[in-house]
């Protein structure tokens, strides 16, 4: 798949500084078989190179890796409750302690790897290259390391890789699971879209058109390759990979993951933090999936609730700081969203405010898909589509929808809802 890097970099606004930090991406089958080539060709000023995988990875692209460049430094890391977090950190450190030197590196596996990976690179103030090896997230070419830290979701400031070399014969093996995850994943977008240009319409926060645009383009490309998905076509692994890597330098491009992270993400993090819920251990994509179905169903019911007229608005809408503290028990979580909440995100929303952009709400809302739609397209992949198919009691429904939006400072559709007379009907 030929990948046109400058045309990315017109969507970028030269007035608001906005760049992508890619110098470019290659997708294609045995891609692997050019790392030698890249290297010499875009880097070969480094000459110190480590590459950081798990035993899993390192079978399934790194070997192939080491043959192009026997001279680099390996670490092989333990997937076995390998995560993004403080320890899988640790664990890399560990073994980066024994390079003398290192100018430059190698992230070879999916969404953990990477996060960790990255994390490492911005630490050391060096470059890193990416080999995904499966098409299981967005956040290949992220500025930011998504990690659990000390039981919080936390977003690192770290660096994108330099270079993406994506072998359409690695991560169209993948098991069908991080396929499924990816595909959940980009789907999201349709309901982080959503809160974004409905936050704006509300309170003017800046939107970029051409990437609202991009983001649709991409995720109708989605839909219509699921079939071939599900029929291991090599065009529709290439497809997903690349939407999930233009979606990731959206968030580039915005600096923050405001294009691709909404009340869907919230959902996730909230499971992941185990505040409501027992530890779960599932993909990223595969929780965001879920959270997407959950709140689109919400969305539609206020959409109905809207057009009706029949309800009234709060004036003003207060951070539910008893309720946070009954959810997020552990004091240092419970202080950390507590802070995250302070002040009130919704402190200058009103009321009338959502009442005067009453139309365009629900413009906005029509043209999100049904969560039956949502449901029906995460089946083609065997994608999950409720809460008991990731380990989680169906009866936490309501309460997720409640407190997820405190998770993050970001105005969503989701918290926005708290202003409205049927609040209560409609998460129930």
Known sequence: MQVDIERIRQLCDLER???????DM????NALDK??????TYYSRFHHIVMICDENTYEAAGKKAMEQLPDMGLIILDPTGLHADEHGVQAAE?????FDEIDFLIACGSGTIHDITRYHAYQKKIDFLSIPTAASVDGYVSTMAAMTWKGMKKTFTAVSPVFVLADTTVFSHAPSRLTASGVGD?????TALCDWRIASAITGEYISEPIVNWEYEILEQLVSNLDGLQNHDIKAYENLIYGLLLSGLAMQIITYSRPASGCEHHCSHLW????INEPIDYYHGEKVGVGMILCAEVYKKALERLKTKAYTVQDHVEVETELICQCFQNPVLQEEILKENTPNILQDVNGQMLKEKEAEIIQILEELPTSQEMTQWMKKVNGATNLSEIDLDENLKSLTLRVSPYVRKRITFMRLIKFYSFYEEIIA
Request: charged share 30%; glycine share 4%.
């Open 17 to 23: 500084n906005q760049r992508i930090f890619v110098d």
């Open 186 to 190: 980009l789907m999201g977008k349709y």
């Open 26 to 29: 290659m997708i294609e089958q």
């Open 94 to 98: 560990k073994q980066l302690r024994h």
């Open 272 to 275: 992941e933090e185990a505040a």
């Open 35 to 40: 790392l030698a080539y890249i290297m010499k």
